[in-house]
């Protein structure tokens, strides 16, 4: 089922987009040619419909426009002797560009088209087999205990919604949604209790999150 204005809240690369028919957008590299079409399955969210966690037989198909580089991105290293120097190391993100073709709410598991997977899954074999090969390199390198403080610094990821529309949530409890991954309106819209009492745990929330209604203003504010 297609609507040319259906948007649907779609993961890859381990990122969120919402998205909608005709969006041009940059994901993680994946493994296909430019011109050739693909079809992203784990959907959180489509039309008004909310996963659990994802929408069974809903789908986001995109072709790919293109294999690009993003903005090289500059490392400072520092070295601890008598005579200290610094050096810098650039880095340059490998992306696929594509265009939204058609938003799925069903049948994507039959329509045939090609599974958007991610050029580090290949030889894997499995898309599940990425995760694990991501976690190598960060005990290798000595430079990595300084990542959690630039994390910290960083804004919120491509496609995340401004958490700061719910009831009693200022940039801080913002910091802290977006720090456990929570960056959009359809992942609140779908917790449930257990959900709720983890939470409210885990970020010590006091019973903000059913006091003030995050779960109702979050199903409403994620149609948009």
Do not use: C
Not at 29 to 52: R, W
Not at 145 to 151: E, N, S
Not at 162 to 188: H, N, Y
């Amino acid at each position: 089922m297609k609507e040319d204005h259906m948007f649907a809240v779609m993961k890859t690369g381990g990122k969120q987009y919402k998205v909608q028919a005709g969006d041009v957008l940059r994901v993680e590299k994946l493994a296909a040619d430019a011109g050739e079409k693909v079809q992203f399955n784990e959907i959180l969210m489509v039309g008004g419909t909310v996963g659990t966690p994802t929408v069974d037989g809903a789908g986001v198909q995109a072709e790919v426009i293109d294999q690009i580089k993003g903005e090289k991105v500059i490392h400072f290293v520092k070295r601890r002797r008598k005579h200290s120097s610094k050096r810098t190391k650039g880095h340059r993100q490998q992306l696929t560009l594509l265009r939204v073709t058609d938003i799925l709410e069903k049948g994507a598991d039959k329509s045939g088209v090609k599974a958007a997977i991610g050029a580090g899954s290949v030889s894997g074999a499995a898309v599940g087999a990425a995760k694990p090969a991501k976690k190598a390199p960060a005990k290798k390198a000595a430079p990595a205990k300084a990542a959690p403080k630039k994390a910290a610094k960083a804004e919120a990821p491509a496609g995340a919604d401004d958490l700061k529309q719910l009831s009693g949530v200022g940039p801080a409890l913002e910091k802290k949604l977006l720090e456990a991954g929570v960056t959009t309106f359809a992942q609140i819209a779908a917790w449930g209790a257990d959900d709720i009492a983890k939470f409210d745990e885990a970020l010590s929330f006091k019973g903000r999150i059913e006091r003030e209604g995050w779960v109702e203003q979050a199903k409403e504010l994620a149609k948009g």
